[in-house]
């Protein structure tokens, strides 16, 4: 209760490196979490459902498909600062 945001400022920049795609997907899935907890009358952690959501992001990196559309946007990126040059 008093030290959830020390466990996610620890998974969030120590274990998995966010940025805004994952940051969103992050918080979407455990807004989706505590949605479907409260209907279904579960008692949820936001805290948990967080980590949990850190660590989903964090395997699906590991993904071919997820690092073949992180490394095309990489490489754009690249072009468009090579072009501003």
């Given at each position: 209760?008093?030290l ?19 940051g ?20 949820l952690?936001?805290?948990?459902c ?36």
């Open positions: 209760m008093l959830g945001y020390k466990v996610m400022e620890t998974v969030g920049k120590k274990v998995v490196a966010v940025d805004y795609p994952k969103f997907a992050v918080q979407f899935v455990t807004a989706a979490c505590i949605n479907l907890g409260t209907i279904f009358k579960l008692p952690s936001a805290t948990h967080v980590v949990g959501a850190l660590l989903g992001v964090g395997l699906a990196n590991k993904l071919s498909v997820v690092k073949r559309v992180y490394n095309l946007d990489d490489e754009k990126k690249k072009e468009m600062t090579e072009e501003d040059r």
